[in-house]
């Protein structure tokens, strides 16, 4: 298995750390860039046709909370079960840069900030 380790390759384009994921630790899943599986996922998709790295680096949308793709059913119910905040971890990285937010989760052991 897989340790924690700061990666900001392993940061979702929703903003959740993937360097911290069980199935990522158990090399279950490539995380969210190299996921070819992850099609249907809206946000990946949309990051990928407009080249950002993540829903921080954003332009199209004001307010994140306007994004209909970032804040879809599956997105919310995903919120509900890891009990994450998207929004939070993706303020932090806009703020702090990714770096800063590899090295938070790392040290949190976390996939994001906690509701």
Known sequence: ???ITVDVEAIAYCGL???????YLKEKCPGCHDNVKAGWCKVRKCNME???KSCADCTIV??????KMLNNFIAKLFSLVF???????????AEK???AFAQEMTARKAMSFKR
């Open 50 to 52: 407009h080249d950002f």
């Open 97 to 99: 840069g990714y770096d």
């Open 17 to 23: 750390y993937c360097g911290a994921c069980k199935a």
């Open 83 to 93: 009990r994450s905040d998207r929004p939070a971890s993706l303020t932090f990285i």
């Open 62 to 67: 004001e307010n994140r909370a306007d994004c």
């Open 1 to 3: 298995m897989r340790e």
